[in-house]
């Protein structure tokens, strides 16, 4: 499981003329990709590291701040372009696989007392942010 975290100082999910999924205030956007293997394991572990990474202002976390969390799936993090000019995605789960890990991850992070927004899973998102430092960093479980 890959997430790239991004600081924000606020960040939102559009799907058609519908935003379904905003935070705005100072937290995370965390894309998520699943890959093929990935399991609760997994889960568990991202879930902590995005709630106790030290990389809010002042060397704070989200869990430390209470701050949210905006959850956008993203297969593309495992897309492979070591060949030619088109990337593959063979790398990256199936929806079926990947789907319910996903929201495994935004339901762990609620169940740590987080304020969780998502994405629509599958969806054509537009995704809008305003990275705060900037800070945004490739994290793998």
């Given at each position: 499981m890959?997430?790239?975290?991004?600081r924000v100082t606020r960040a939102s999910v559009t799907v058609g003329d519908e935003v379904v999924g905003r935070i705005d205030r100072p937290g995370l956007l965390?894309?998520?990709?699943?890959?093929?293997?990935?399991?609760?394991?997994q889960v568990d572990r991202l879930a902590r590291k995005?709630?106790?990474?030290?990389?809010?202002?002042d060397e704070r976390s989200v869990a430390?701040?209470?701050?949210?969390?905006?959850?956008?799936?993203?297969?593309?993090?495992?897309?492979?372009?070591r060949k030619g000019r088109r990337p593959t995605w063979n790398?990256?789960?199936a929806g079926a696989v990947a789907e319910p890990l996903v929201d495994a991850v935004a339901d762990a992070l609620r169940d740590r007392g987080i304020e969780v927004a998502t994405g629509r899973f599958g969806a054509d998102m537009s995704v809008e942010l305003v990275n705060d430092g900037p800070v945004t960093l490739l994290v793998e479980v």
């Open positions: 890959r997430a790239v975290l991004q965390a894309l998520v990709g699943v890959t093929h293997d990935d399991g609760a394991e995005i709630a106790e990474l030290r990389i809010l202002r430390d701040d209470d701050a949210p969390v905006l959850v956008v799936s993203q297969f593309t993090l495992y897309a492979d372009v790398h990256a789960a």
